[in-house]
């Protein structure tokens, strides 16, 4: 015995280590989440208490009679949970049943009464209990084993009984990730109790879940022993890195175990990857060039996209990296599925960025006002004629289709001009309800000529979701229901015939026009395919907006992140400059639909137009202004002893670095960096002769419009910042006092050209068929906002 209590003893200790060691996660459910099951379990509770009462049998007579009984009909006006502190849940209900009783008399029913009470009370108690088994049941897939990837698993269990307060229910859930069927096990370096502040989360959350670092740290390493985060680049991958025509192989493994650090709305992690930088020799050997001990940081932001947890990094880096890891650690860590799948959390860690870069903000932000998507939703409709189309296929016999009983040759016709009215429904998409009506005609059981008026609503949830194929956002409907609004039929007016109308109709109608939001949704995601297509800038480059993330839905827009692509014609990716602040809105903006383009992205962009600027401006290309040695006399004395009959002058400009934009409110600036060497030019096909070379900085305003959907600027010289003498074959001047004659002669000769140039105007993005033409544009700090007005 004294050994068996040992063992016991050390049964219980060794429980408690590896209950310690094990990742932690807190699951609250709010009173909004009940409120939320009262709502949407109205109906089938109400479905739920339809249930049989047993005859009464009548024994006041010499003879034993049976009463019949009967339900007709169950109401549930009001159905109302709460928490109750310390002990469950509390269900409260309010339903009316039209009872019909056969066969009896008024002495009869007080007696009757309370044998229908009783025979209730207890079939009711009988079908609660069953709504309780069956959620006992979803509650009990909680710590089913789920798969995160092909050699990995997670188990998620509860640990112990519930805490219940009057707001809320809180379920304490621990996570073993098991990879080759081995628990994934780290000590705790702090040993207090996972917990979740109250309040947390938003007022109005359903569910509030908290996932301890301890859980990162275990998926960090179970991900590290698995070798996931190990990488070998090959030369194709990197070829522009290394202009050598030598292969070149890349391995990259981590050294240490990740590092996860939680902070309050920031969440970091840390990496030590060990990089092997190899060359293939002509005989297909590695050699060893050099290796790296890299320290990485990331900055990684937390979302939520179909019912998973996912991160996304600002981090910029190279593209091979950046594929595989997303690629690879964008896996499910696994689910809790509580109740019917009306929760599930997927912990998905997605690291980008293994070598170094720098944090970037979406360079174009769009908001979709209601404007927008009323008129998207309504053309839509317009152009697929559906709900015609619905109808003629109705009047239409569907081979296999099953006959409606004591109705035939049904007809669809007069369907009215459906009214369309859009709600945006935070974090999912949009509601929409279509109200409508339609005559449908045929031959009743009656025997005679039927004609049934309707009017109804269809509404349904368009839920915004990203294409894993393209990444374009699509619409995808769920929930669709058809509401009777008011039914006239010429069929005689009686209960029964009115039930079998009533009741026909919500069989048919559901099947005929819930396919009509489908059809209406195909050709509105139609219009947003060729939102990620490269569009050309003149022959120089591309522009593709990529989606930075899933598109968000709030109460009052729809708001796509873009991180556009901006890239030459030889492959060449020009990166978006990110020691800018936060790209938003302005707090006064207008409520309807914008597009804001930051100043960072129009930067990379004229990076595509940077060689078509370097231009040589002879005298035919200046136009009226005739400029000759003549001019210059006046300011560089050699050059009047040199030149004593005036020669033209030829003027080359040539581009430092990329041209960048800046903007504060109302003003926005285009600064070129780079060098103006002056020529004479010779007669006899002599080669001109350089006088000097000045290095220029000059400042030119920039002036918005929109032409044909892209955006065009236009510009004239604010000023001439810098200008400083290069070299000088007519000996030293002071060049100061040119800034006049150099700042006149680029106004007249240069800027045409410049403007020539910013004609072909920058690529806007292709979606909804927006006419941007109509816009009314607004310089803000750092970004251009475009007010999108509907025709």
């Keep these: 015995m004294a050994g068996t209590g040992s063992l016991g003893l050390l049964l219980v200790l060794l429980l408690a280590v590896v209950s310690d060691s094990l990742p932690a996660t807190v699951v609250r459910l709010n009173q909004a989440a009940l409120n939320y099951v009262s709502d949407i379990g109205k109906v089938p509770l ?15 007579g010499e003879m034993l009679q049976s009463t019949r009984v009967q339900i007709l009909d169950v109401h549930l006006p009001r159905l109302h949970l709460t928490f109750i502190a310390g002990f469950g849940i509390r269900l409260s209900a309010a339903t009316n049943f039209t009872v019909k009783v056969f066969r009896t008399s008024q002495e009869l029913l007080d007696l009757v009464q309370e044998h ?29 084993l789920s798969p995160v990837g092909p050699e990995s698993q997670i188990r998620y269990s509860v640990t112990n009984v519930s805490s219940i307060t009057s707001n809320y229910m809180s379920m304490n859930v621990r996570a073993i990730l098991f990879l080759l069927g081995k628990p994934i096990l780290l000590p705790l370096h702090d040993t207090r109790p996972f917990a979740l502040p109250w309040p947390s989360g938003d007022a109005g959350a359903m569910t509030v879940v908290g996932l301890s670092q301890h859980l990162f740290d275990c998926a960090l390493l179970m991900l590290q022993k698995a070798g996931s985060l190990n990488l070998e680049i090959t030369g194709k991958l990197v070829a522009h890195q290394f202009p050598e025509p030598v292969p070149v192989v890349l391995k990259v493994q981590l050294a240490a175990t990740p590092v996860a650090t939680l902070h309050t709305n920031n969440f970091t992690l840390q990496l030590r990857p060990f990089v092997e930088v190899l060359a293939v020799s002509p005989s297909s050997a590695l050699q060893f060039l050099f290796s790296l001990d890299v320290i990485v940081n990331l900055n990684l932001h937390l979302s939520v996209f179909k019912t998973k947890l996912q991160g996304t990094t600002s981090m910029l880096g190279q593209n091979p990296l950046l594929d595989h890891l997303n690629a690879l650690l964008g896996m499910a860590l696994g689910k809790m599925s509580p109740y019917g799948g009306g929760m599930l959390w997927i912990l998905c860690l997605v690291l980008c960025g293994l070598l170094a870069g720098t944090g970037a903000d979406p360079g174009a932000i769009l908001r979709l006002g209601m404007d927008i ?54 974090g999912v998409g949009i509601f929409q309800c279509v109200s409508t009506g339609m005559t449908i005609t045929g031959k009743s059981f009656t025997g005679g000529n ?24 699509m619409f995808r409907s769920e929930g669709c229901e058809v509401i009777l609004v008011s039914v006239k039929t010429n069929l005689p007016n009686n209960k029964a015939i009115n039930k079998f109308v009533d009741s026909t109709l919500r069989k048919v109608l559901p099947g005929l026009m819930c396919p009509a939001i489908d059809a209406v949704l195909v050709y509105v995601n139609k219009k947003w395919i060729k939102l990620t297509d490269p569009m050309p800038v003149d022959q120089m480059g591309t522009v593709k907006y990529t989606l930075t993330a899933s598109p968000a839905t709030t109460a009052s827009h729809i708001q796509v992140d873009f991180s556009p692509v901006v890239q030459l014609q030889e492959s060449q990716v020009i990166q978006l ?80 670095k990329p041209p960048k934009v800046t903007m504060k409110a109302g003003k926005s600036l285009m600064h070129i ?40 600027m236009a510009t004239s010289l604010d000023s001439l910042l810098s200008l400083a003498l290069l070299s000088s074959s007519v000996g030293s001047f002071n060049e100061t006092e040119l800034t006049g004659f150099i700042t006149d002669y680029l106004q007249k000769a240069y800027i045409p050209v410049v403007n020539g140039v910013l004609h ?32």
Aim: hydrophobic residues 45%; charged residues 20%.
């Design 46 to 60: 109400q479905r739920a208490l339809q249930v049989n009462v047993s005859d009464f049998l009548d024994q006041s």
């Design 116 to 144: 229908i009470k009783a025979d209730l009370s207890s079939k009711l108690c009988l079908q609660i209990s069953g709504l309780i088994q069956d959620l006992n049941v979803h509650l009990g897939t909680l710590i089913g």
């Design 373 to 426: 998507m009323n008129h998207e939703v309504q053309s839509a409709m317009e152009e697929s004629h559906i709900l015609e189309k619905m109808a003629a296929e109705a009047s239409n016999p569907q081979p296999g289709a099953k006959a409606i009983k004591g109705l035939s040759n049904m007809k669809v016709k007069d369907v009215l001009e459906p009214v369309i009215t859009l709600n945006f429904v935070p």
């Design 450 to 473: 039927m004609e049934i008026i309707v009017v109804l609503n269809i509404t349904a949830t368009n839920r915004l979701l990203q294409d894993e194929e393209t990444g374009t956002p």
């Design 577 to 656: 400059a990110t020691d800018a602040s936060a790209l938003e809105f302005p707090e006064d903006s207008a409520k309807g639909s914008q597009l804001l383009l930051s100043a960072s992205f129009l930067t990379a962009e004229l990076a595509l137009l940077q060689k078509s600027l370097e231009v040589s401006l002879k005298d035919k290309r200046v136009g009226k202004l005739s400029q000759t040695t003549r001019t210059l006399a006046g300011f560089i004395p050699k050059v009047a002893k040199t030149y004593h009959k005036p020669k033209p002058l030829l003027v080359k400009v040539k581009i430092s």
């Design 673 to 712: 960096h780079g060098s103006l060497e002056m020529f004479a030019v010779r007669r006899h096909g002599k080669h001109p002769k350089s006088l000097f070379l000045l290095d220029t900085h000059l400042g030119l305003e920039i002036h918005y419009s929109v032409h044909e959907n892209r955006l065009q």
């Design 760 to 791: 072909v105007g920058l690529p806007l993005p292709d979606l909804l068929a927006i006419n941007y033409n109509l816009a009314e544009l607004n310089i803000i700090e750092e970004a251009l906002v475009l007010d999108l007005k509907m025709e």
